[in-house]
């Protein structure tokens, strides 16, 4: 809400000041310039004020929700602005003395308030300063208590009303704002004030990868990996693949957009903040993926005579561990299961087109040999 007032009132007050009459007679004084509260308490901002004629209009107001309009100024009006009334309050227990009443206090509320009276000849209250007030959470500010001497007005500076805490119990014989003492990882550390207990500040004591999804994990699907440790303030994590390090960031995720075979291991991580460090248990990533193309062999591989025995191997990499199955091209059934396929005594009818078929559960790949005898040998040919 905002209150609009003529400017023909300052022209009354400057006439009148020329004799030194309002100067004196006409003021307000603050209780205080300037408060600190804690967010979600209440506040009281009060002032003194003393008038020779009587007062038309009082309330209190921000300067920064305030502006000129060219011929006038709009002040806002906290309790008459239907979205805060409930929250601001006009008090006057006495006369002469006012106090703005903040409760549930937000940290939208830190500003400067300023009180302002009229009369029918004389207004104070739009230059001079008024009350700043400053709305901090109890646990942001009691936090610099653990980690650094509180400078705040919240804190007076030579308060002794400090109590310490080391993992839940009170630390006997400390009470200033400032906590020196040598901090383990594993213990928590925390303080209290007035009846507000910060939260507790502590190493990392708990450190473990989490993986998602969680099931499967299949060549090409993207894969997170999450650093999850309990620590205060939060720790940043180093990543590790075996005994190399990955990477080093604030950020707990290490992600895989694709992953691929050679992504599978055994991964790790660190987390540390100030007060400690911890490093996870291995997490080993098995990434399925169907068979490469196979590779076949030959045994012996030197120049092989009609009747002797005769070795053919497959060899594919696939997760998990391919199944062989071996043909010869222009027959239906299959000649061999197994890596191996063995021709006991190889003869001219044997000579043809003979092919691998590696298959697994992700999918299957083949490769083909071509074998035929000239002359009492055996002369081998390979496509891929």
Known sequence: VAVSLSPDLLIRKQKKLSSGYYQYCNRVNYTERRICAFKGSSVNISCTYYHTDPVVSKFWFRPDRSYWLGTHFLLWDPSKDSQHADRFQLLEREKGRSTLRISDLRKTDSAEYRFKFTTQSFQWGNISPGTTLTVTVQAERLHECVTDKCNSSCFPSG????????????????????????????????????????????????????????????????????????????????????????????????????????????????????????????????VKYAPKFPSVSVSPSAEIVEGSSVTLTCSSDANPAANYTWYKEGEDSSKALGQNFTITEFRTEHSGSYYCNAQNSRGQHRSTLHLITVASELEVFEWF
Not at 176 to 201: F, I, M
């Open 159 to 286: 308060h002794s009303s400090f109590v310490w805490y080391k993992n839940e119990e009170e630390i006997l014989g400390e009470s200033s704002s400032l906590y020196t003492k040598y901090a383990d990882g594993p213990d928590s550390y925390s303080c209290a004030y007035e009846g507000h207990r910060s939260n507790p500040v502590y190493g990392p004591n708990t450190s473990v990868v989490l993986m998602t999804p969680s099931g499967m994990i299949v060549e090409g699907d993207s894969v997170n990996l999450t650093c999850s440790s309990d620590a205060n303030p939060a720790a940043k994590h180093t990543w590790y693949k075996g005994n190399q390090t990955l990477l080093a960031s604030p950020v707990s995720i290490y992600h895989f957009t694709a992953i691929s075979s050679e992504d599978s291991g055994n991964y790790s991580c660190k987390s540390e903040n100030q007060y400690g460090q911890i490093t996870s248990n291995s997490r080993f990533i098995d």
